[in-house]
């Protein structure tokens, strides 16, 4: 998990300088969205809070159920760490409600904590997280490494110019960077051009998708513009399923069917490819804080990070795009990597082929039916 934690690290220490990146809008201009997302969507029941859903639940009250296990998650990545650091296993299970483990009660106070901090310092932002202190240890560093570096001499003097020449004169200081709009389009161009973008109204996939242990499973998706889609696999019998129809959604897993609601909804969509790709602009003009990484050669998309906002902290998921191939005159990724978020396994969705503009079964799009136990 941690190996995970570390690669992903390095990868976008990597990748950090061939890209540019774009980020979204201001955090006033998101929570308007946001407040006007959930304003909206008013035909789904409001999502439940981990207290109506788990036993033992103390701290994290008023939590939404959807972010329960990503801050699960977020905890044990933040101290370098597994769910069994604070949480017993009984017969080879994790017995998550009980309350045997001192480092559980620890993480109780930890919560309470944070929460006031963020409280007092923040106006309730989720500023400070456990990661703020922990940085992937289970005991924070209480001060700085030594040998600290040593300072350096004053450019100026190091460059054998005047003392007290002006540092700003300096002809490669700040790259000019393009602007937002030129980005996008750019990557327009890239990918085929706004005429080709607009004239899709439909896109079948099929191929594999990864599993938590690691294996490959086989995997569809249909999607029609602006907003329906459609995608399943089955694992062991059991299939999952994810269902975007206009303002309503639907998951559906092992343990049963989930409404998909507001900001929820709205990310669920996003992770669809189709919409993903080429909705950018719409999704820049309108969105959830995200961070896109554009290749500065080619233009193309290559990451894209957004930020879910907990109670506890700010939890990154990260998205990376690639193997470009030309469909009818588009290009797009046939490779998808997901980073669900920092701890969880890597998702990876390899499609074989993506068919443009074909017939799409529109019963798909319905609800779900309940899962068959
Ligand atoms: C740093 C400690 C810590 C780690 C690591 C951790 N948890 Fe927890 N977990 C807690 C605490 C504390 C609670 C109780 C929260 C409360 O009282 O509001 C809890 C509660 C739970 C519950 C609810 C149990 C119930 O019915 O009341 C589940 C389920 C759970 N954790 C699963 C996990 C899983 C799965 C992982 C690993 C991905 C994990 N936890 C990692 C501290 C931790
Ligand atoms: C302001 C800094 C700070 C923040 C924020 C913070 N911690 Fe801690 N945490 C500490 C320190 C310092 C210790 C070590 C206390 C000690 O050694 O007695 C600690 C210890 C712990 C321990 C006990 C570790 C052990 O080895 O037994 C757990 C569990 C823990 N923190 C969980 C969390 C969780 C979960 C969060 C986020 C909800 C969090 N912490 C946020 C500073 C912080």
């Known amino acids: ?24 809008l201001s955090n006033a201009q998101v929570a308007r969205d946001q407040n006007i997302s959930t304003t909206t969507i008013q035909a789904a029941p409001p999502e439940k809070t981990v207290e109506q859903v788990f036993k033992n639940i103390k701290v994290l009250n008023g939590l939404p159920q959807s972010q329960f296990y990503p801050v699960m998650r977020f905890m044990a990545a933040s101290l370098g760490t597994q769910c069994g650091f604070c949480h017993v296993f009984k017969n080879g299970q994790l017995d998550s409600p009980a309350d045997d483990k001192p480092e559980k009660q620890t993480a109780r106070v930890m919560i309470k904590m944070v929460l006031e901090i963020n409280k007092t310092l ?8 456990c990661y703020t202190c922990h940085r992937g240890r289970t005991s924070p560093q209480g001060g700085p490494t030594l040998p600290q570096p040593l300072p350096s001499p004053p450019s100026t ?12 004169t300096a002809p490669h200081s700040t790259p000019v960077l393009p602007s937002g709009a030129e980005i996008l389009n750019k990557y327009i161009t890239a990918i085929g051009g706004r005429t080709a973008v607009d004239q899709i109204h439909s896109c079948v996939i099929k191929g594999t998708t990864s599993t938590s242990s690691g294996e490959f499973v086989p995997y569809e998706a249909d999607q029609m513009t602006p907003d329906q889609a459609y995608e399943a696999f089955t694992i062991q019998n059991v299939t999952y399923e994810r269902v975007i129809n206009g303002p309503r959604g639907w998951l559906k897993n092992y343990s049963g069917m989930t409404e998909l609601i507001g900001q929820r909804l709205a990310e669920q969509k996003l992770s669809f490819p189709l919409f993903m790709i ?20 080619s233009g193309l998309l290559r990451r894209r990070i957004s930020y879910t906002p907990t109670m506890i902290g700010i939890i ?34 390899k499609f074989a082929e993506i068919k443009l503009n074909v017939p799409v079964d529109k019963s798909k799009f319905n609800k779900p039916l309940p899962p068959t136990p």
């Open 1 to 24: 998990m941690k190996q995970n934690v570390l690669r992903v690290l390095a990868l976008s220490l990597l990748v950090s300088t061939a890209f540019v990146i774009l980020t979204s």
């Open 157 to 168: 003097i190091a460059d054998g110019a005047t003392p007290g020449a002006s540092a700003r």
């Open 278 to 297: 080429l909705r950018l602009k719409d999704q820049y003009a309108s969105l959830l804080v995200s961070a896109h990484y554009f290749d500065i050669e």
């Open 316 to 349: 990154p998921q990260q998205t990376d795009f690639e193997d470009y191939r030309e469909v009818e005159g588009l290009w797009l990724p046939f490779t998808i990597r997901g980073y669900v978020d920092a701890g969880s396994p890597i998702i990876i969705r």
């Open 122 to 129: 923040a106006q309730g932002n989720p500023t400070v997280s």
